[in-house]
């Protein structure tokens, strides 16, 4: 047996031994790329999905404060508010607090910015309120000024619904005007100031 030939067939077995080696490595190279690409997009496809749910349920739940902020107003105006009007505002106010906690931890900044303003009107409507009820409010503190920061908590909602809508991609032009029935200035007529009132 001559050794050049046995060493040609050596190189031919070693390289089609190697050729295969090599594809299969890219082959699983390319498998690896598919699956890590495939995760990143379920992942992606989850946050999202996480997101519209905590803004979805943020939304609610600031829309229901500032609704119970408003009832709690006109109780305080008609008589003193008891128990069931009182626990009704405190589980509005926790359900919003549990979701903007929530929305602390998996919103961008975009959201978060307009969201905390809101945040931080409703809280202060709501001390506003509580120091009404409990007859020590603080100076030009009324009924009336309360209902005034309740009312202009909804362009605040408003705000924080385009942004969660911006993060989310689903934003266009609005097809509905921006103004709603929120934005009659009614209510605040409902809370006529009196000479000297102070709640």
């Avoid at 959201?111 to 100076?139: C, F, H, M, S, W």
């Avoid at 908590?153 to 097809?175: F, K, N, S, Y």
Wanted: charged share 30%.
């Amino acid at each position: 047996m001559d050794v050049g030939a046995v060493l040609i067939a050596m190189t031919g077995v070693a390289g089609t031994l190697g050729a295969a080696l090599l594809t299969q490595r890219g082959a699983d190279r390319v498998k690896k790329r598919e699956l890590e690409m495939s995760h990143a997009i379920q992942e992606r496809r989850e946050n999202r999905e996480l997101r519209r749910r905590c803004y979805t349920e943020l939304h609610r739940d600031a829309r229901q404060f500032a609704t119970a902020l408003s009832r709690h107003l006109y109780v305080m105006r008609d008589r003193a508010p008891g128990d069931e009007d009182v626990q009704a505002l405190e589980r509005a106010k926790d359900a919003h607090r549990d979701r903007w906690s929530e929305t602390l931890m998996i919103a961008p900044d975009t959201v978060i910015g307009p969201a905390n303003k809101l945040n931080d009107a409703l809280t202060r409507v709501y001390g506003q309120i509580k120091r009404i009820e409990q007859g020590n409010p603080r100076r030009g503190e009324t009924l009336r000024s309360a209902a005034e920061g309740q009312h202009a908590l909804w362009p605040l909602i408003r705000a924080t619904r385009e942004a969660m809508r911006t993060d989310l991609g689903v934003t266009g032009a609005a097809p509905w005007p921006e103004s709603t029935s929120a934005d009659d200035p009614a209510m605040i007529g409902d809370f006529e100031e009196t000479d000297g009132e102070t709640s």
